[in-house]
Antibody, heavy 123, light 106 residues
Framework: QVQLVESGGGVVQPGRSLRLSCAAS????????IHWVRQSPGKGLEWVAV????????YYADSVKGRFTISRDNSKNTLFLQMNSLRAEDTAVYYC????????????????WGQGTLVTVSS | ELVLTQSPATLSVSPGERATLSCRAS??????LAWYQQKPGQAPRLLIY???TRATGIPPRFSASGSGTEFTLTISSLQSEDFAVYYC????????FGGGTKVEIK
């Protein structure tokens, strides 16, 4: 069955960096676009970034552009999110989510989600 | 940014009753809208996409309709496992989510 397992969350001070990982299994990882979506009590659900099936295209929400970098390693079925210059407002549960479209396109809605990893930015 | 407004914020319903949830978009999104269910401590689960198409494995008591700016999710006869928070999401533009409707036991 499809599984997405996030890791790498924790408590970090403002201005510091953190790298999240998402290990995928149960499907052909290299055929799907994958997203990061975050959820915080104050801002609800917020789409963060997407990477195309082959890593050729990457897009970001304005709130993280220039600070976060999405990447993937298809040989290891793993997605990453490098988060730099972290701010208090980045505090959230971060989910990796599979794009619905299996045909090497991106439809921007999500058919499977991981359980999430909590990132807390606090001094 | 395209804003989605869900109403009501909380809906109190008895098991077996019908629940109707609304989602309004600040701009037209055609039928490019999805619905998700989220239970405490769990990730969201895709219910509906294309405004009215049930995702794989979603029971027929879940139905949805709408186009343009007004959308509705209906749960025809609430089961115990349906009490949760429901979110709409548009993907006509960069994805955005509504604030959610909590369906609680009356």
């Amino acid at each position: 069955q499809v599984q997405l397992v996030e890791s790498g969350g924790g408590v970090v001070q403002p201005g510091r960096s953190l790298r999240l990982s998402c290990a995928a299994s149960g499907f052909t990882f290299s055929s799907y676009g994958i997203h990061w979506v975050r959820q915080s009590p104050g801002k609800g659900l917020e789409w963060v970034a997407v990477i195309w099936f082959d890593g050729s295209n990457k897009y970001y929400a304005d709130s993280v552009k220039g600070r976060f970098t999405i990447s993937r390693d298809n040989s290891k079925n793993t997605l990453f999110l490098q988060m730099n210059s972290l701010r208090a407002e980045d505090t959230a549960v971060y989910y990796c989510a599979r794009d619905w479209d299996e045909n090497r396109r991106v439809s921007y809605f999500f058919d499977f989600w991981g359980q999430g990893t909590l990132v807390t930015v606090s001094s | 940014e395209l804003v989605l407004t869900q109403s009501p914020a909380t809906l109190s319903v008895s098991p077996g009753e019908r629940a109707t949830l609304s989602c309004r978009a600040s701009q037209r999104v055609s039928n490019i809208l999805a619905w998700y269910q989220q239970k405490p401590g769990q990730a969201p689960r895709l219910l509906i996409y294309g405004a009215s198409t049930r995702a794989t494995g979603i029971p027929p008591r879940f139905s949805a309709s709408g186009s343009g700016t007004e959308f509705t999710l209906t749960i025809s006869s609430l089961q115990s496992e349906d009490f949760a928070v429901y979110y709409c999401q548009q993907y006509n533009d960069w994805p955005t989510f509504g604030g959610g409707t909590k369906v609680e036991i009356k």
